[in-house]
C-alpha cells in the first residue's frame, strides 16, 4: 500500500516562505508515478495547486501560485517538494500530497493516494 506522508507546515508571516515535503513509501515502481499538491480550507472543495510528472520534467500550476511555487522531486529519495515563496493569507489551508498512477494530477479524479495532509496557515 502507497503511503505519503507531508512535513514542513506551519506558521509564517505574509510574504515569508516555507518548503512543504511529501515522502513515498510502500509501493512499486514510485518514482514512475506523477504527483501533485492540493489544498483544502473548512468549507470549500480540495483544490489543485501544483502537478510534476515522473520525470520531474513536466510541472504544472495553478493560476493562483504560478510565479510563487515550484514543485519538484527527487526520485532517489522517494521524495516530492513545494517551494512557497511570497506567501499570501489566502494560501492558509491545509496542503495535501497527491500520487497518481496515471495522469499527471491536476484534478482530484485523477488521484490514487492521498497524504493525511500539513496545515499551512499565513498571517497579515
Known amino acids: 500500500q502507497v503511503q505519503l506522508v507531508e512535513s514542513g507546515g506551519g506558521l509564517v508571516q505574509a510574504g515569508g516562505s516555507l518548503r512543504l515535503s511529501c515522502a513515498v513509501s510502500g509501493g512499486t515502481f514510485i518514482s514512475t508515478y506523477a504527483m501533485g499538491w492540493f489544498r483544502q480550507v473548512p468549507g470549500k472543495e480540495r483544490e489543485f495547486v501544483a502537478a510534476i510528472n515522473w520525470s520531474g520534467r513536466s510541472t504544472y500550476y495553478a493560476d493562483s501560485v504560478k510565479g510563487r511555487f515550484t514543485i519538484f522531486r527527487d526520485n532517489a529519495k522517494n521524495t516530492m517538494y513545494l517551494q512557497m515563496l511570497s506567501l499570501k493569507p489566502e494560501d492558509t489551508a491545509v496542503y495535501y500530497c497527491?500520487?497518481?498512477?496515471?495522469?499527471?494530477?491536476?484534478?482530484?479524479?485523477?488521484?490514487?493516494?492521498w497524504g493525511q495532509g500539513t496545515q499551512v496557515t499565513v498571517s497579515s
Open positions: 497527491a500520487a497518481a498512477r496515471g495522469m499527471v494530477p491536476n484534478e482530484r479524479t485523477f488521484v490514487d493516494y
